[in-house]
């Protein structure tokens, strides 16, 4: 599979500003972002390279295609309540 640097969208940088985090493009290919705390000590990683996420949804298939997607993740991703499912739910869906 071919990676390609995520572009973090505007969505993914005000939802971090309410969690009180920051995040930049992952240094891992395999990865969307890494998660850093206040004072920059990494804490994850998150998003897997390679598939979209619900901005990415809107941007390139329209709201209600992108509200569908987001319903279909949380089901898959409802037991996945560690900091990084947290982390990904909340920046990326």
Do not use: C
């Amino acid at each position: 599979m071919l990676y390609m640097k995520y572009k973090i969208t505007n969505y993914t940088i005000e939802r971090a500003k309410e969690l009180g985090v920051f995040v930049k493009p992952s240094k891992d290919i395999k990865h969307k972002l890494d998660v850093f705390d206040e004072s920059g000590k990494y804490l994850t990683s998150v998003g897997a390279a390679g598939y979209y996420d619900y901005p990415t949804y809107i941007e390139n298939f329209g709201l209600e295609y992108a509200n569908k997607r987001r319903k279909l993740y949380k089901q898959r991703h409802k037991k996945d309540n560690k900091l990084k499912g947290f982390l990904a739910d909340y920046l990326l869906w």
